[in-house]
């Protein structure tokens, strides 16, 4: 469950950093000197994909943990 709400919010972070570059990028461009806020926005695209990336360790640790939980083991019973 926090795997897949931290994957949910890695890509919405990232979908609207790149929005907001395209937006900063284009003509006529959304503010006057678009140099500084730019930067902002690749830092929020970063951002974006680390979160993206520690959302994935989760969800595999979580599906390793949980393959491991299930593994029934059967005492051999001991002979007569």
């Known amino acids: 469950m926090e795997g897949s709400i931290?994957?949910?919010f890695g890509v919405l972070v990232?979908?609207?950093a790149m929005a907001t570059i395209r937006w900063l990028d284009g003509r006529p461009s959304g503010v006057g000197d678009p140099d500084?806020?730019?930067f902002m926005a690749m830092l929020a695209v970063l951002s974006g994909g680390v979160t993206l990336l520690i959302s994935a360790v989760i969800l595999i640790k979580r599906s390793a943990a949980l393959r491991r939980s299930r593994k029934v083991d059967v005492p051999v019973p001991a002979g007569r």
Do not use: K, P, R
């Open 14 to 16: 990232m979908t609207q």
């Open 6 to 8: 931290t994957f949910a």
């Open 36 to 38: 500084g806020e730019s």
